[in-house]
């Protein structure tokens, strides 16, 4: 087992590793930029390296400061969290020629799931349903408008180094494709310093569910069910529940079987998750695979009683998987606290934390950084806290999230507790009845303020 391991990360994520670490008697190194110089990751951490200013690319983004934090404090692995260089097939390539464990899959198959046009490929040679569309990368406007055609509009046009909903434009018709794709590629350009595009047919009223799956180092793989991430804005998940009110024992099943199937042909090791969207006939078709621990998985642990981040750090030093495929018990219900304004089209909310109570309870489980006196920075992702509730059914989780989401005050910035609060007396959600287009009909006139 390792002795040290740096988190390359940050707030909610970087504090549960250490968590972890502790409780496996493993020290633990955190690195932070000057803004972060007063969070919990840092003050709990054994050990703590400022690796930079507040910008990203000079501090959590930048492989030669954390390679250097690791080499000063003697780090034998780095576990990169979500987000930042996590699915980074250069920094695990770099890892590995230090001797440091990165604790994620190897660069080759960062390199073969990182670019989701490789990772479709891919999954289409491994025979996972994949969505109708292009054979890797566009080679212009006319290629594309001929394969639209082809398929049938409307198309999505996607950044293939794409995230976070960045890079995507829908497409109606041949006449609005020129100004799309210029559109796509200056995003593209802009968020990934890479302009490249595929095209995917545009599945109607999809859900977005996801397996997570985890694979040893020795070939066994077993998957942890589902996840339904359908509640989105922008393409940025906002609520996540286990399991998915639209699932059935088969469809599981299935999804399940494909999703091995895909990571087995890759070589996969460690934790990860195999994303499908899945039409309302329960046809599924595989999106992406994110090739890290997720926001969302507390969720899946919730209803499986399975600690993730452990079991990643224990694959990553050599551990045999010794544990059967599990299926859920009971219902558990994810949804993120942002620094926004549910009020003003979701603006940023920074600033400082002037009262928080958290809320607790059976069932209940918080995982944030922030604390009465926090401030809450402007460089970074705007979520704040994870509120997580487990019940014995959909019904009970709900009534319990909307229990939990009144205790839950945050004062000084904006939040998106009054907008989860609405969601939840919302019949159509309650009824389990949305798509990944949910919001774009949600009746924001329902949000009240916080008395």
Request: hydrophobic share 40%; proline share 5%; glycine share 8%.
């Amino acid at each position: 087992m390792f002795q040290k391991i740096l988190i390359a990360n940050r707030g909610e994520i970087a504090l549960s590793i250490i968590r972890v670490c502790k409780e496996m008697g493993i020290k633990t190194v955190a690195v932070y930029s000057t803004a972060d110089r007063d969070s919990l990751h840092v003050r709990f951490a054994d050990e703590a390296v400022c690796i930079g200013p507040p910008s990203s690319s000079l501090s959590y983004l930048s492989i030669p400061s954390i390679i250097a934090a690791a080499e000063v404090t003697n780090s034998n692995a780095i576990h990169p969290g979500y987000g930042f260089l996590s699915e980074n097939e250069k920094f695990a390539s770099i890892c590995e020629e230090y001797g440091i464990k990165f604790i994620g899959p190897s660069a080759t198959v960062i390199s073969k799931m990182g670019d989701k046009s490789t990772a479709k490929e891919s999954m289409r040679r491994a025979g996972v349903p994949t969505v109708p569309g292009s054979d890797g990368l566009l080679e212009s406007v006319e290629a594309g408008i001929h394969l639209a055609n082809e398929i049938g509009f409307p198309v999505l046009l996607k950044a293939t180094a794409g995230g976070g909903g960045k890079g995507i434009k829908l497409v109606y018709t041949p006449d609005e494709f020129q100004q799309k794709w210029t559109e796509a590629r200056k995003e593209a350009l802009a968020f990934f310093g890479n302009d490249g595009l595929y095209l995917e047919k545009y599945i109607e009223e999809p859900r977005h569910i996801e397996i997570q799956i985890v694979a040893d180092q020795y070939g066994k793989v077993i998957h942890l069910s589902e996840r339904d991430c359908s509640i989105q804005r922008r393409h940025q998940k906002l609520v996540e529940e286990a399991p998915s009110p639209f699932m059935t024992d088969e469809l599981r099943q299935k999804m399940a079987e494909e999703a091995i199937k895909g990571v087995t042909f890759i070589g996969y090791e460690g934790v990860g998750t195999m994303e499908f969207l899945v039409d309302k006939h329960r046809n599924f078709y595989f999106m992406e695979m994110n090739t890290r621990i997720q926001v969302e998985y507390p969720a899946t642990e919730a209803v499986t009683g399975f600690n993730l981040l452990r079991t990643q750090i224990e694959i990553a030093a050599g551990r045999p998987l010794n544990l059967p495929s599990v299926y859920p018990q009971g219902h558990a219900i994810e949804v993120r606290i942002n620094a926004e304004d549910p009020f003003n089209n979701f603006r940023p909310s920074p600033g400082k934390i002037t009262h928080l109570h958290l809320p607790g309870g059976r069932g209940v489980t918080i995982a944030s950084h922030i604390y009465a006196g926090y401030m809450v920075p402007s460089n970074y992702d705007a979520m704040i806290a994870k509120l997580i509730v487990r019940a014995g059914t959909r019904v009970g989780a709900i009534a319990r999230m909307k229990r939990a989401l009144e205790e839950f005050i945050v004062e000084g910035i904006q939040t998106t507790i009054p907008f989860h609060l609405a969601l939840m007396d919302n019949e159509q959600f309650q009824q389990g009845n949305f798509t990944t287009q949910f919001l774009e009909t949600f009746d924001f006139s329902q949000l009240k303020y916080p008395e």
